[in-house]
């Protein structure tokens, strides 16, 4: 992504990748994000189609792509509905006709065996995935294991849910989404004056709270906005003006 | 003859659809509609590959043994391309609901008549594809498929290429076959009687319609493909997949 590509290399299941397209870094080794497959021993094969993206710095390649259906990734942030509750486990769906994730009911910030948070069927958990692999359910934390905070994670009380496309939430939650995602709705809209907080999940879910039930209707329909007719920067700026001129 | 020679697709468009594909060609119009990975029945669980589960339903009336065989076929083809091993103990599931089929101006189509099941394949293999990569599922190639039928002209026999349904009726035998995009023959299923000659000649037709050379250097072999008749489909799934993949990362 940091490098110019003056181009757009489009791959489909099975293409050849040309060898001169593949980063090769004297120390690092070559990292493969998601799409791609390694057959032993040195062949490097798309299993999906999508644009080939490489970073020579960091010395990855992988496959961008928009679409389907989202499998848990170690290290993703989700927003997961709670199924219901175990006597150790909160039990939360990340997408609907998959099986539940797990969520240990200790896996909170300051959660003790007699101070556990008390999270009902339909709760919505902010949460980060700590498992992941095919042969198992995933497993959830809302606690970073190493310093004991939350980081903003953990139960999301009010507000609402509105579903985005996979592709939109990896845009919104990339830590420059402004320069590399091209969004700027949600800094657009709190420019305009309106008050409200966010949190997005890699699973294709964005949650909007705020004190007017009117402002938490516009920012999510604002985004789904952007996201279904794939609107520019200056077309969601436009969207934008629209929206805070017709609610006031 | 109001059939169209020209293949068409609309990618994603189902709303509440993983991924979604609709396809036409030669008259033959299809909807397909896939999910998953999603969670399994416990008796159809497999426990080290993911199950693939694939619906046919008629242009009208309720599927019948017609439609499980064109399942069965589909399905063992689909499975052979689709990584089933990345996602073990889930279901993949692909729906084909026939919209269009094209009529054949000699037969009163309101009598019920048993008909070949086959015509049909290459449409639904084709929107099964589309649909798995609109998906965005795992798979190891993409595959293009063709019709072709052996039709008696005078003493000599001819192959037709992606034939109309009367030519399929009056033909002595009917081949539909399927290849990877790595050329490689993954499905090929006749009827009607014919010698290992005119089989021969029917697969090598269809090798030439489905795996098209990627070298364009060859004047000579590029005169000959020309007169083929019908598309290219391996390329046409290309440039409806670069498009697709263009307006998702328009802001890349």
């Known amino acids: ?248 | 003859m109001t059939v169209n020679s020209e293949p068409e697709a609309l990618l994603s468009h189902l709303q509440n659809a993983d991924g979604s594909a609709t396809f036409s060609f030669s008259g033959y119009t299809v909807v397909g509609a896939v999910n998953g990975p999603i969670e399994v029945q416990r008796r159809d669980e497999l426990p080290e590959e993911a199950a693939v589960d694939v619906i046919v339903r008629p242009a009208a009336g309720v599927g019948g043994t017609r439609e499980r065989h064109l399942e069965s076929l589909i399905q063992s083809t689909l499975r052979q391309i689709i990584l089933v091993d990345n996602f073990p103990r889930t279901l993949i599931q692909i729906i084909l609901q026939v919209t269009t089929t094209p009529e054949n101006e000699y037969v009163n189509a309101k009598v019920a008549q048993a008909t070949s099941n086959l015509p049909i394949l290459p449409a639904l293999l084709q929107t099964a594809v589309l649909s798995l990569l609109s998906a965005a599922l795992p798979l190891t190639a993409t595959l293009t498929s063709t019709s072709l039928a052996v039709v008696a002209d005078g003493q000599s026999k001819k192959v037709v290429l992606n034939p109309s349904p009367r030519e399929i009726e009056t033909s002595q035998s009917f081949h539909v076959f399927s290849f990877t995009s790595h050329d490689e023959l993954i499905l090929a299923e006749s009827e009607g009687s014919f010698t290992v000659k005119e089989w021969d000649e029917a697969f090598s037709v269809a090798q030439r319609q489905c795996c098209p050379p990627t070298n364009t250097d060859d004047g000579d072999t590029l005169m000959d493909d020309g007169s083929l008749p019908g598309a290219n489909l391996k390329q046409f799934i290309r440039s409806t997949l670069e498009g697709k993949i263009a307006s998702d990362l328009h802001w890349k």
């Open chain 1, 1 to 248: 992504m940091a490098t110019a590509q003056s181009e757009r290399i489009f791959v489909l299941p099975g293409d050849q990748i040309d060898p001169s397209l593949i980063p090769s870094h004297p120390k690092k080794a070559l990292r493969l994000g998601p799409g791609l497959r390694h057959i032993p021993p040195n062949e490097l094969v798309p299993t999906v189609a999508g644009q080939l993206v490489t970073d020579p710095r960091k010395n990855s390649i992988w496959v961008e792509y928009n679409g389907g259906r989202y499998v848990p990734t170690v290290g993703d942030l989700v927003i997961g509905t709670v199924h219901h509750s175990a006597t150790d486990y909160f039990y939360v769906t990340l997408s609907s006709y998959t099986s539940n994730a797990i969520l240990p009911q200790l896996a909170f910030e300051m959660a003790t065996k007699k101070t556990r948070p008390n999270l009902n069927p339909g709760a919505l958990v902010y949460a980060r995935v700590c498992l992941a692999n095919r042969h198992m359910d995933p497993e959830l934390e809302c606690v970073s294991p190493s310093t004991g905070k939350a980081d903003g994670l953990g139960p999301l009380n009010g507000g609402m849910l509105f579903e985005i496309s996979l592709g939109m939430a990896r845009r919104l939650l990339m830590r420059k989404s402004v320069e590399e995602g091209k969004v700027v709705v949600l800094e657009e809209l709190g420019a305009a004056g309106l008050a409200f907080e966010t949190a997005v999940g890699r699973n294709g879910k964005i949650w909007v709270n705020s004190e007017k039930t009117k402002t938490v209707l516009l920012v999510g329909r604002a985004v789904k906005e952007t996201d279904e007719k794939s609107l520019t920067v200056d077309q969601q700026k436009k969207l934008v003006r629209k929206l805070v001129r017709e609610m006031s």
